[in-house]
């Protein structure tokens, strides 16, 4: 169940783990849906692949949820509350990936991850691209949607008044969100680009605030999770070390990275990621369907869309680390010359 980790599967891991981390500082996502794919696309289990990756969020998330919170951009509220409700959704996601592992093996395990993954990616990824591209040919600033707009008037008690979000709402609608990142996070290893966009589109946060305050709900239903997993021998203790040590070191550069980008750019850099990484897990279901005896197909074309996926893999996690450095560098340079102000300023 546990691969082999010769030199070059290590320096693999500590890549994704410095991608992952990177990503994660930046939008405030786990980087799981660089991490997991990352694992899987060496040949770990899915399960293993989520259960590792989950073990190594909540110390890397406490991190950049500190690095930001001194920044101003953590909504530490909502960040809580949320993660209370993430948590129940952690426990049932666990049941659930359990019952599959234990039903149908590996085989099934993986095709389901990698289904979960491509319908989730390629359609919040589509939106949020959509979103940044029509902000940045606008040129205007980042607006609460309308759906968040109209459930701020909704008034069901309790009301909470989110400070730094700059948010009134009703702690039910914060409910669901937060569940719902709990059960992605634990069935795909995948909630921080649930709760994100949750944050933004649902209950109104800037991506500044979501993207940081997002980072406070991965550390609570990543310990809790953390604990469930560990329980079912699921853990590889050895992936899990790999990644948070490289990961430390690329969510410290992320969380500076925010400080000098616009609002949009989080959002470009996410959907991009995104939509990527759907194609390397859609190249590799065919692979998961003949190994379930669903379909028929020779093994050169399996290990052929199986190095695609690694591929493009590899191109998801060059692309981001890319983008995300490029504007870190350009925009400290800028400040340096007096053009821009740091985000922490701003925002309201």
Same mark, same amino acid.
């Not at 991490?35 to 991190?63: E, Q, R, Y």
């Not at 989110?162 to 992605?184: D, E, Q, Y």
């Not at 209950?203 to 980072?215: M, N, T």
């Given at each position: 169940?546990?691969?082999?980790?010769?030199?070059?599967? !290590?320096? #693999?891991?500590?890549?994704?783990?410095?991608?992952?981390?990177?990503?994660?500082?930046? &939008?405030?996502? *786990? *980087?799981?849906?660089?991490?997991? +794919?990352?694992?899987?696309?060496?040949?770990?289990?899915?399960?293993?692949?989520?259960?590792?990756?989950?073990?190594?969020?909540?110390?890397?998330? @406490?991190?950049?949820?500190?690095?930001?919170?001194?920044?101003?951009?953590?909504?530490?509220?909502?960040?809580?509350? !949320?993660?209370?409700?993430?948590?129940?959704?952690?426990?049932?996601? &666990?049941?659930?990936?359990?019952?599959?592992?234990?039903?149908?093996?590996?085989?099934?395990?993986?095709?389901?991850?990698?289904?979960?993954?491509?319908?989730?990616?390629?359609?919040?990824?589509?939106?949020?691209?959509?979103?940044?591209?029509?902000?940045?040919?606008?040129?205007?600033?980042?607006?609460?949607?309308?759906?968040?707009?109209? $459930?701020?008037? =909704?008034? =069901? +008690?309790?009301?909470?008044?989110?400070?730094?979000?700059?948010?009134? =709402?009703?702690?039910?609608?914060?409910?669901?969100?937060?569940?719902?990142?709990?059960?992605?996070?634990?069935? &795909?290893?995948?909630?921080? #680009?649930?709760?994100? +966009?949750?944050? !933004?589109?649902?209950?109104?946060?800037?991506?500044?605030?979501?993207?940081?305050?997002?980072?406070?709900?991965? #550390?609570?239903?990543?310990?809790? *999770?953390?604990?469930?997993?560990?329980?079912?021998?699921?853990?590889? =203790?050895?992936?899990?070390?790999?990644?948070?040590?490289?990961?430390? #070191?690329?969510?410290?550069? *992320?969380?500076?990275?925010?400080?000098?980008?616009?609002?949009?750019?989080?959002?470009?850099? %996410?959907?991009? &990621?995104?939509?990527?990484?759907?194609?390397?897990?859609?190249?590799?279901?065919?692979?998961?369907?003949?190994?379930?005896?669903? $379909?028929?197909?020779?093994?050169?074309?399996?290990?052929?869309? %199986?190095?695609?996926?690694?591929?493009?893999?590899?191109?998801?996690?060059?692309?981001?680390?890319?983008?995300?450095?490029?504007? @870190?560098?350009?925009? !400290?340079? @800028?400040?340096?010359?007096?053009?821009?102000?740091?985000?922490?300023?701003?925002?309201?």
């Amino acid at each position: 169940m546990f691969i082999d980790l010769n030199p070059k599967n !290590m320096l #693999f891991i500590l890549f994704v783990g410095f991608v992952g981390g990177l990503v994660s500082g930046f &939008i405030g996502s *786990g *980087g799981a849906f660089v991490l997991t +794919p990352g694992m899987m696309s060496l040949g770990v289990p899915a399960a293993v692949a989520v259960a590792s990756n989950m073990c190594h969020k909540f110390p890397k998330a @406490m991190v950049g949820a500190y690095k930001r919170l001194k920044y101003g951009q953590v909504d530490l509220k909502l960040g809580l509350i !949320m993660g209370v409700s993430a948590i129940a959704g952690v426990q049932i996601g &666990i049941k659930v990936q359990e019952f599959i592992f234990n039903a149908w093996g590996d085989a099934g395990s993986n095709l389901y991850v990698s289904l979960a993954f491509v319908a989730i990616l390629v359609t919040v990824g589509g939106y949020v691209f959509r979103d940044a591209m029509k902000i940045a040919k606008t040129g205007g600033d980042e607006k609460p949607s309308k759906l968040a707009l109209a $459930i701020q008037k =909704i008034n =069901i +008690p309790p009301m909470i008044h989110l400070k730094t979000a700059n948010v009134r =709402i009703s702690v039910w609608f914060t409910v669901p969100v937060g569940f719902a990142t709990g059960l992605m996070a634990a069935t &795909i290893a995948v909630g921080g #680009f649930v709760g994100v +966009p949750g944050m !933004m589109y649902v209950i109104g946060a800037s991506s500044l605030v979501a993207s940081a305050s997002e980072l406070v709900v991965a #550390f609570t239903m990543g310990f809790a *999770g953390s604990v469930k997993w560990a329980m079912a021998g699921l853990i590889d =203790i050895r992936l899990t070390l790999l990644i948070l040590a490289a990961s430390l #070191f690329g969510v410290q550069l *992320g969380a500076l990275g925010t400080t000098y980008v616009k609002d949009h750019l989080i959002k470009v850099v %996410m959907g991009s &990621i995104m939509l990527i990484v759907a194609v390397s897990r859609g190249l590799a279901i065919p692979k998961y369907l003949a190994d379930l005896g669903l $379909i028929s197909l020779q093994p050169t074309t399996a290990e052929m869309l %199986m190095k695609a996926s690694f591929a493009v893999m590899a191109a998801a996690l060059l692309i981001g680390a890319f983008i995300i450095l490029k504007n @870190m560098i350009k925009g !400290m340079k @800028m400040e340096k010359q007096g053009e821009v102000k740091v985000a922490t300023h701003h925002i309201k």
